[in-house]
């Protein structure tokens, strides 16, 4: 059963049982939300409202509902209400950021942005939006400070949401490839191009997870400790059994459309450099994922003439 058949099938129980709680009008609210009737859901929440005038939810999710529908002022009116009622409500202040990030009024949504990362340090999405306002007011350092914030804290919702009890542990084995190009995006605005192109290849590297290569490992292994067989043996089977074990858990993104257009910059990166096999084989990858592929193929015909006037 899928979302909205659930929450439809949620909104009948919580009406037939008492439909004048306003956590009956939430419910019904969401479900209308869920089916862009923003108008319908609208009515909803001010019913909770009229029911509870201090009902939180009800103002934060007025408030999402304006914003859906384009009415700042009113959104800013709703999340107003939800920080009076709760001062420690991040999604108000998060919201409170979105109503001024739509205004353009980049300073205000900054500070209201940082309220909410103050409140929930370990959500990216904070710390993506902090980002993105420093970036705005180009102030890049202060933004590529606070992606790599959203990096550390994404890495801690996977973590920790791959540990419920009664599931094997399968953290997620990969960053997030937008946010990685942010990062190498503003590192070349600020004209560091060896950052610029370790974000770049890190984006990249998330396709496939960024797995190591185990036969390296071992072989790495074998040539530092030639003089104890034994102990070699032993870490090269330790590892092919964890390699074995994590097999399954590292999932990369595939090529993606971010991942797609960090290969097209570390391919005219290549270019600009003379590495022309690395940037013949990275416009070749283009070609195969569908992306970019014009782009690739004068990319390819730039290497193949300039391979030409050096022969």
């Given at each position: 059963m899928g979302a909205r058949p659930q929450l439809a099938f949620v909104a009948q129980v919580a009406t037939a049982t008492d439909k004048f709680r306003p956590e009956t009008c939430c419910v019904v609210g969401n479900y209308y939300s869920m089916k862009s009737e923003h108008e319908k859901a609208v009515m909803y929440f001010r019913r909770a409202l009229t029911l509870d005038r201090n009902f939180l939810s009800a103002w934060t999710l007025m408030g999402h509902e304006y914003i859906e529908m384009k009415n700042t002022h009113a959104a800013i009116e709703s999340y107003r209400r939800a920080v009076d009622a709760n001062r420690k409500d991040y999604r108000a202040w998060y919201g409170l950021g979105q109503a001024y990030e739509v205004l353009d009024m980049s300073f205000y949504a900054l500070f209201y942005y940082q309220r909410a990362a103050?409140?929930?340090?370990?959500?990216?999405?904070?710390?993506?939006?902090?980002?993105?306002?420093?970036?705005?007011?180009?102030?890049?350092?202060?933004?590529?400070?606070?992606?790599?914030?959203?990096?550390?804290?994404?890495?801690?919702?996977?973590?920790?949401?791959?540990?419920h009890p009664g599931s094997a542990p399968h953290g997620r084995k990969i960053l997030d490839p937008e946010t990685l190009y942010q990062i190498a995006s503003l590192y070349e605005r600020l004209d560091d191009e060896e950052e610029a192109v370790t974000y770049m290849e890190l984006t990249l590297q998330q396709e496939t997870g960024g797995q190591p290569n185990q036969d390296e490992e071992s072989e790495a292994s074998e040539s530092d400790n030639d003089d104890d067989q034994t102990t070699s043996g032993h870490r090269r089977r330790a590892r092919r059994r964890q390699n074995d074990e994590d097999e399954e858990t590292w999932h990369g993104t595939g090529p993606t459309a971010t991942t797609s257009k960090a290969r097209l910059w570390l391919a005219r990166w290549s270019l600009r450099n003379g590495d022309l096999e690395r940037a013949d084989q990275l416009a070749g990858e283009l070609c195969q994922d569908g992306v970019e592929v014009e782009e690739a193929k004068a990319l390819m015909r730039d290497v193949r003439a300039r391979r030409e006037a050096a022969e």
């Open positions: 103050a409140l929930r340090p370990y959500d990216p999405k904070m710390w993506q939006a902090v980002g993105s306002c420093y970036a705005k007011m180009e102030r890049f350092e202060q933004s590529i400070k606070a992606l790599k914030r959203a990096l550390v804290a994404g890495s801690y919702y996977a973590d920790d949401s791959s540990h």
